[in-house]
């Protein structure tokens, strides 16, 4: 074998090795920035002057602040077990350790595709800029962006997913093939009323988004100020809303630029989570508290998944069925032959077998194309053929054939999708001699039951 290819500090490729094919598509592979940049300004809420500094970072870093105006330099995942308070922006932290607003350089971050990133600061919050994205938007072309050789980390939204809060905010979580957000915002009494529905790529983040600046209705500005927040708002850096007037140093830069500032704070409070997203949000009423909760479901999924990833445990000794031996006791072959392997039997009347779902199964090609999902049907023929092994054991000949009399109380609680391992389970709980049969079925994935139904045979000579 050949010598691992080499790679700098930060895990960029060679141009040769990103180019031959040997790499996903830039899309798919992880960026950091092309090299160091920064700028200096004044917080929102502590009114103090802090230097922020954007610094690539190697493949599966993540983003990580650092404070450099503390002892040691400690640094802080910006992931969502670190979030500390939503009170109007977004707080992380690790120990005593704090970083205050970070939702708009984590917006920028994301949608611009950095996936990896050091941001130094040299105080507890970064600048507030003009109250946008845009100055963070700036600073990441102006540091460019390089791919990287590690594959980036997705979450699919598989199935669909809700928060709603005692505020009134709703967050719906659709699957999608892309990153898309759908929201409305409402202030009291139904002001300003706001609707957008778009796609977030960083050319439409560049665009449509990231010039949105944060707003206040006049009504909260006095009790924000009582909670020693907002020191340094200004209308430089923020929008006022005093009943039907806007309040601004220079006209809004879109009709809608509420709601565009609402989808920006979602897009950086769901990059704690860790992962790209490819799913449909759904927004109405949002705000950082209902952001922080989706960002929390989300991130147990991924946990979720990744115990699902992790080999099932064969157990050791006899007892189970390699492929060949399944296939001298059933009669099925591809590409209906739905048993991988007998991960073993438990005394007489239980046995338990696995498939493997890949995306080269060949009903994928015709069963929902762009959103494939294992026919319910096959998943009852899968538990079939595993009854039928232990029924050919008991009676100990493979020598017949068994045939459905019947199938009751199926139920399919949960889809299945390409890339899990389905976990079939089949218990005798009525036998009439050699000649009928009865059996409770199941399958599973991850420990979760996807569905069941309870399977009656007959056994015929062949």
Same mark, same amino acid.
């Given at each position: 074998?050949?010598?691992?290819?080499? $790679?700098?500090?930060?895990?960029?490729?060679?141009?040769?090795?990103?180019?031959?094919?040997?790499?996903?598509?830039?899309?798919?592979?992880?960026?950091?920035?092309?090299?160091?940049?920064?700028?200096?300004?004044?917080?929102?809420?502590?009114?103090?002057?802090?230097?922020?500094?954007?610094?690539?970072?190697?493949?599966?870093?993540?983003?990580?602040?650092?404070?450099?105006?503390?002892?040691?330099?400690?640094?802080?995942?910006?992931?969502?077990?670190?979030?500390?308070?939503?009170?109007?922006?977004?707080?992380?932290?690790?120990?005593?350790?704090?970083?205050?607003?970070?939702?708009?350089?984590?917006?920028?971050?994301?949608?611009?595709?950095?996936?990896?990133?050091?941001?130094?600061?040299?105080?507890?919050?970064?600048?507030?800029?003009?109250?946008?994205?845009?100055?963070?938007?700036?600073?990441?072309?102006? !540091?460019?962006?390089?791919?990287?050789?590690?594959?980036?980390?997705?979450?699919?939204?598989?199935?669909?997913?809700?928060?709603?809060?005692?505020?009134?905010?709703?967050?719906?979580?659709?699957?999608?093939?892309?990153? $898309?957000?759908?929201?409305?915002?409402?202030?009291?009494?139904?002001?300003?009323?706001?609707?957008?529905?778009?796609?977030?790529?960083?050319?439409?983040?560049?665009?449509?988004?990231?010039?949105?600046?944060?707003?206040?209705?006049?009504?909260?500005?006095?009790?924000?100020?009582?909670?020693?927040?907002?020191?340094?708002?200004?209308?430089?850096?923020?929008?006022?809303?005093?009943?039907?007037?806007?309040?601004?140093?220079?006209?809004?830069?879109?009709?809608?630029?509420?709601?565009?500032?609402?989808?920006?704070?979602?897009?950086?409070?769901?990059?704690?989570?860790?992962?790209?997203? $490819?799913?449909?949000?759904?927004?109405?009423?949002?705000?950082?508290?209902?952001?922080?909760?989706? !960002?929390?479901?989300?991130?147990?999924?991924?946990?979720?998944?990744?115990?699902?990833?992790?080999?099932?445990?064969?157990?050791?000794?006899?007892?189970?069925? !390699?492929?060949?031996?399944?296939?001298?006791?059933?009669?099925?072959?591809?590409?209906?032959? %739905?048993?991988? $392997?007998?991960?073993?039997?438990?005394?007489?009347?239980?046995?338990?077998?696995?498939?493997?779902?890949?995306?080269?199964?060949?009903?994928?090609?015709?069963?929902?194309?762009?959103?494939?999902?294992?026919?319910?049907? %096959?998943?009852?023929? !899968?538990?079939?053929?595993?009854?039928?092994?232990?029924?050919?054991?008991?009676?100990?000949?493979?020598?017949?054939?068994?045939?459905?009399?019947?199938?009751?109380?199926?139920?399919?609680?949960?889809?299945?999708?390409?890339?899990?391992?389905?976990?079939?389970?089949?218990?005798?709980?009525?036998?009439?001699?050699?000649?009928?049969?009865?059996?409770?079925?199941?399958?599973?994935?991850?420990?979760?039951?996807?569905?069941?139904?309870?399977?009656?045979?007959?056994?015929?000579?062949?």
């Amino acid at each position: 074998m050949g010598a691992a290819p080499k $790679r700098n500090a930060a895990g960029l490729a060679p141009k040769s090795l990103l180019l031959n094919g040997a790499m996903p598509s830039a899309s798919e592979q992880q960026h950091t920035l092309g090299k160091t940049a920064g700028f200096s300004g004044t917080s929102l809420h502590t009114g103090e002057k802090v230097t922020l500094k954007l610094h690539p970072a190697p493949a599966d870093h993540g983003i990580k602040f650092k404070r450099a105006d503390l002892q040691d330099e400690p640094t802080i995942d910006a992931k969502i077990d670190n979030l500390k308070t939503v009170e109007r922006s977004t707080t992380i932290g690790e120990g005593s350790v704090r970083v205050h607003t970070v939702e708009h350089v984590l917006s920028a971050l994301s949608a611009m595709g950095v996936d990896n990133a050091i941001v130094e600061m040299d105080a507890n919050e970064p600048p507030i800029g003009d109250g946008s994205a845009q100055p963070y938007v700036d600073l990441i072309k102006k !540091a460019g962006t390089a791919a990287q050789e590690a594959p980036r980390k997705f979450l699919d939204v598989r199935e669909p997913m809700h928060i709603e809060s005692k505020t009134g905010s709703l967050l719906i979580l659709l699957p999608d093939d892309n990153f $898309r957000i759908s929201c409305t915002q409402a202030g009291p009494n139904n002001r300003f009323t706001q609707y957008l529905s778009t796609e977030i790529t960083p050319a439409i983040f560049e665009r449509e988004i990231a010039p949105a600046r944060t707003f206040v209705f006049y009504e909260d500005v006095q009790p924000l100020m009582d909670k020693n927040l907002i020191k340094g708002g200004s209308l430089e850096n923020a929008i006022v809303i005093r009943g039907d007037a806007v309040l601004s140093k220079e006209p809004l830069r879109f009709a809608d630029e509420f709601v565009r500032h609402k989808i920006l704070d979602i897009i950086g409070d769901l990059a704690l989570v860790g992962h790209r997203i $490819r799913g449909h949000v759904i927004a109405v009423k949002p705000g950082h508290g209902a952001n922080a909760e989706l !960002a929390r479901a989300l991130a147990r999924e991924q946990t979720r998944r990744s115990a699902m990833a992790a080999p099932h445990p064969f157990p050791p000794g006899e007892g189970g069925l !390699a492929s060949d031996e399944v296939m001298q006791i059933l009669p099925h072959r591809y590409p209906f032959l %739905l048993v991988d $392997r007998i991960i073993g039997f438990e005394g007489e009347t239980k046995v338990t077998g696995l498939k493997a779902v890949t995306i080269n199964e060949p009903f994928f090609q015709g069963h929902f194309p762009g959103h494939p999902v294992m026919p319910g049907v %096959l998943q009852i023929e !899968a538990m079939a053929q595993v009854a039928s092994i232990l029924l050919f054991k008991l009676t100990k000949t493979s020598s017949r054939v068994g045939y459905f009399m019947s199938a009751d109380g199926v139920k399919f609680r949960k889809p299945v999708f390409p890339g899990d391992t389905l976990i079939i389970q089949a218990e005798l709980t009525k036998a009439r001699g050699e000649r009928l049969a009865k059996t409770m079925c199941r399958c599973l994935v991850n420990g979760a039951v996807v569905s069941e139904g309870e399977l009656m045979f007959a056994f015929l000579n062949k």
